[in-house]
């Protein structure tokens, strides 16, 4: 497993979205990973992702960091900005459409909260960072 190549992907249509978002399902992070700075028209979220891709009886986590280009503002919704040690969990990452190529893409936690990313066009960059270390917890659904 641990032999599996770093992720690096870029995202610019749904098609590209929706592989990042496949990616990204069930990775862990702390709100203060979690940064928007707006001269930079940048968001940056810092994750523990579960390695899907890796296989195995036996689970990986890797440390990815996934940056959002052209970001116009950005609003939360039952996420406590000021716990930054509040640990979240990442379900998907969804685009709405606005006016073309803008709109808006749409982080959904577990437990209810959401981010909000209101974005010029879609431009995101995911990239591992760190070595996968092994994870005895496997996600797990229902239905």
Request: hydrophobic letters at 45%.
């Amino acid at each position: 497993m641990a032999d599996a190549a770093p992720l690096r992907l870029l995202a610019e249509d749904a098609d590209d979205l929706a592989v990042v978002s496949a990616a990204l399902q069930d990775a862990v992070g702390m709100i203060g990973d979690i940064s928007f700075d707006p001269r930079a028209r940048r968001l940056t979220l810092a994750l523990n992702r579960y390695r899907w891709e890796a296989g195995g009886k036996r689970g990986e986590r890797i440390r990815a960091g996934l940056q959002v280009g052209g970001v116009l503002g950005v609003r939360s919704r039952k996420l406590r900005r000021d716990a930054k040690g509040a640990v979240v969990e990442l379900l998907s990452i969804t685009f709405e459409p606005g006016e073309a190529p803008g709109g808006a893409l749409v982080f959904t936690f577990a437990g209810g909260g959401d981010l909000r990313a209101e974005v010029e066009c879609l431009d995101l960059v995911l990239a591992d960072v760190s070595p996968a270390w092994p994870t005895p917890r496997t996600p797990k659904h229902t239905d």
